[in-house]
Every structure is written in C-alpha cells, then in structure tokens.
C-alpha cells in the first residue's frame, strides 16, 4: 500500500515564524503536491514538483516556498507564518505517466495549522 | 472561473436512503477524469470512485455510482442505502489532460455529508 505521512498533524505557531511542514511517500512516486484544505473553498494547489529539484507554483503560491532534495520528500516552508495561513494542510503524491486514467493521487494525513 | 462546482454545502440524509451529491465541472478539454473523494472528520482523503471522459458506462464500486452526463457536464455521486460510516465531506475533482507531466487535480468546494440514524 502506498503510504504518504506528514511531520505533524497538529502544529501551533507564531506570526513570523519559519515553518516547516514536511511530506514523505515510500512508493517512488515522481509527482508530489501541497494542498490548503479551507471551509467552502475545497482544495487549493499551493506547489507541486514532479522531479527532485523540480517545483512548480500551483493556484495560491504566494508567501510559500518548497523543496524537494530528494525523491520522497516534499517540504512546504512557511518563511513567515501568518495568521492568513491557518488552515489544513495536506500532502499528496501520484506516478507520473502520459497518460495516467485512473491514477489517483495518494494523500497524507494532513497538517492543521494554528498561526497565533 | 470555477472548474468544478458542488452546489450542496451541506445535506441531511436518513439512513438507508440513497443520496445523491452533486457536481458540475468547467473544461474545453476532450480528454479529462473525474474523482470523488470521501474525507471523515480525522481529516484523511479516501478515494472513492473514478469516470474516465472516454468511459462509455458510469462507473461503480460497491455502494458508490457515478451518473456521468457529458452533454450537461455534470459528474454527481450515488451512494445506494447510506450507513452512518458515510458521515463525512466529500469532494469532486478533475484532472484535465493527457498531461505530460504532473496530473494535476482542480477540486470542488465539497459537501458535508451527514447520515441520520
């Protein structure tokens, strides 16, 4: 079974804070993915990467960053938290292919956000 | 503009009744999937169901069915004979492509789905 697991799955932090949430899948998957998870708005596509060393901003990139030094790990930087940013946070992964049909995406736990 | 809409924030349901939850979806691509997820309260996504647009049959899996009208763009789950376990929020999403890279999911605002005993 594939598995994606998430550092925290709660986490309370102070206006401008650094903050790390990390991702990690163990199935070798080439695609990886943030997500913020907020009430009446879905989902949301922070950054995806589908390489090591790759990154791409999704839909609300905007005072995120993310790394991916190594295949299975997906860290998404808060460089300064702010209250804005409390929300769910959940990580996802998915092989890549061309063409992919019914291919899901894989998803940690998720990480809900406290910004003070 | 919205790619994928559920227009139901939230339903009530009596046990054992069939429920159906919408969605309508946005894309000028021939070539598109569509999923439903399941999220309970302890906050994993759970994958439900998937309906290629190439898929002449609605797909099923189990108690779940997805009416798939492609004239009317519209995706909507079927759940057959509800239990309480079904309490939960769920969300539609699409992946629109063939994508050469990363399948990149759109999701909708979700549904809040609660099964009275």
């Known amino acids: 079974d594939v598995k994606v697991t998430q550092s925290s799955r709660y986490l309370v932090k102070r206006t401008g804070e650094k903050v790390f949430l990390e991702c990690v899948q163990d199935m070798d998957h080439e695609n990886m993915f943030w997500y913020r998870q907020d009430p009446g708005l879905g989902l949301r596509l922070i950054y995806f990467?589908?390489?090591?060393?790759?990154?791409e901003k999704g839909d609300i990139p905007e005072g995120y960053s993310v790394s991916r030094e190594k295949k299975e790990r997906f860290s998404l930087i808060l460089e300064s938290a702010s209250t804005n940013q409390t929300s769910m946070y959940l990580c996802a992964s998915t092989r890549a292919r061309s063409w992919a049909g019914e291919e899901t995406q894989y998803f940690g736990p998720g990480t809900r956000l406290l910004v003070l | 503009a919205q790619k994928i809409t559920q227009t139901q924030p939230g339903m009530f349901v009596q046990e054992k009744e069939a429920v159906t939850l919408d969605c309508t979806y946005d894309t000028s691509d021939q070539s598109y999937g569509l999923f439903w997820y399941k999220q309970p309260s302890s906050g994993e996504m759970i994958f439900l169901i998937y309906q290629g647009s190439y898929d002449e049959q609605n797909a099923t899996e189990g108690r779940y069915s997805l009416n798939f009208q492609k004239a009317r763009k519209s995706a909507n789950l079927v759940i057959s004979a509800s239990q309480l376990g079904d309490s939960a929020m769920y969300f539609c999403a699409m992946r629109e492509g063939p994508d050469q890279g990363a399948q990149k999911l759109v999701f909708g605002q979700g549904t809040r789905l609660t099964i009275n005993p």
């Open positions: 990467s589908y390489d090591v060393k790759m990154k």
